[in-house]
């Protein structure tokens, strides 16, 4: 059974930190494209970061230098380090991946609320 689950969201101050993890099973994860999206209230689901089979990273120009996307194949697990937090980052974030011949695959989500 093919499954993501996230993990790591928080209630956090602005200018903090936190760590989002998405353990896969299933399938192995290295072999596909891994993305983070966040969905705030009433706004759009949007894609926040993407790592690529070999390593290579992308990111929503809203996040660039603040969050980073990585891989651990070993534990088949994709994180997302965010630093910096603002209150804007305020949203569900989901873990997300495209397997050829399947239905997009979805987390549940994690929450993460940053506010004062």
């Known amino acids: 059974q093919v499954q993501l689950v996230e993990s790591g969201g928080d209630l956090v101050q602005p200018g903090g930190s936190l760590r989002l993890s998405c353990a896969a099973s299933?399938?192995?994860?290295?072999?596909?494209?891994m993305n983070w999206y966040r969905q705030a209230p009433g706004k759009e689901r949007e894609l926040v970061a993407r790592?690529?089979?070999?390593?290579?990273?992308t990111y929503a120009d809203s996040v660039k230098g603040r969050f980073t996307i990585s891989r651990d194949n070993t534990k088949n697990t994709v994180y997302l380090q965010m630093n910096s937090l603002k209150p804007e980052d305020t949203a569900v974030y989901y873990c997300n991946t495209v397997i050829p011949g399947r239905p997009d695959t979805w987390g549940q989500g994690t929450q993460v609320t940053v506010s004062s």
């Open positions: 299933g399938f192995t994860s290295s072999n596909y494209f």
């Open positions: 790592i690529s089979t070999g390593g290579i990273s």
